[in-house]
Antibody, heavy 119, light 107 residues
């Protein structure tokens, strides 16, 4: 059974750096063509793709956020970490991680973690 | 970046009725790289359709997808009470983008 779970702070202050961890099971990022993506959703709004990391350590970022995002993986721990710098109240959202086979859709999602940016 | 525009924004229908949701892309999307998701309040999105017309595991056959190029459609043949939700289209041919969603609500 494939599962993903996001974890991180529920509240961050403006200008701080957000660090989120996606811990997964049931698949490996050592497996060819396997990837993990991050997607976010502000309250009441649509989904927005943020970043993807591949089994071979290739990384892809949203063009509008690429200067603020870094994604990394620890295959020994089955974890993917997303950092977002210079947080702003408009970054308040639920952040999801999802398994993403290469060339495929976001097929399995975590439950999401809500992050509020406020002083 | 490919912009996806969904219509209508809200669809008000009764159980048993047919729902037709549209998604238009700002540039052509290869059929293999188009998907639909369902999201209920407080839940993560769930993959419904991938590759334009293939149902994901466990998705009932009342859900079907079609389309090509810039115009794609999700059809729910007969709405069940559990189908009232928000639906998002998504492409992964040119980066990864989502539509703004269509809410299917009970009339």
């Amino acid at each position: 059974q494939v599962t993903l779970r996001e974890s991180g702070p529920a509240l961050v202050k403006p200008t701080q750096t957000l660090t989120l961890t996606c811990t997964f099971s049931g698949f490996s990022l050592n497996t060819r063509a396997m990837c993990v993506s991050w997607i976010r959703q502000p309250p009441g709004k649509a989904l927005e793709w943020l970043a993807r990391i591949d089994w071979d350590d290739d990384k892809y970022y949203s063009p509008s956020l690429k200067t603020r995002l870094t994604v990394s993986k620890d295959t020994s721990k089955n974890q993917v970490v997303l950092t977002m710098t210079n947080m702003d109240p408009v970054d308040t959202a639920t952040y999801f991680c999802a398994r993403t086979p290469t060339g495929g859709p976001f097929d399995i999602w975590g439950q999401g973690t809500m992050v509020t940016v406020s002083s | 970046e490919t912009v996806l525009t969904q219509s209508p924004g809200t669809l008000s229908l009764s159980p048993g009725e047919r729902a037709t949701l549209s998604c238009r892309a700002s540039q052509s999307v290869r059929s293999s790289y188009f998907a639909w998701y369902q999201q209920k309040p407080g839940q993560a999105p769930r993959l419904l359709i991938y590759g334009t017309s293939s149902r994901a595991t466990g998705i009932p056959d009342r859900f079907s997808g079609s389309g090509s190029g810039t115009d794609f459609t999700l059809t729910i043949s007969r709405l069940e009470p559990e189908d009232f939700a928000v639906y998002y289209c998504q492409q992964h041919d040119n980066s990864w983008t989502f539509g703004q969603g269509t809410k299917v609500e009970i009339k």
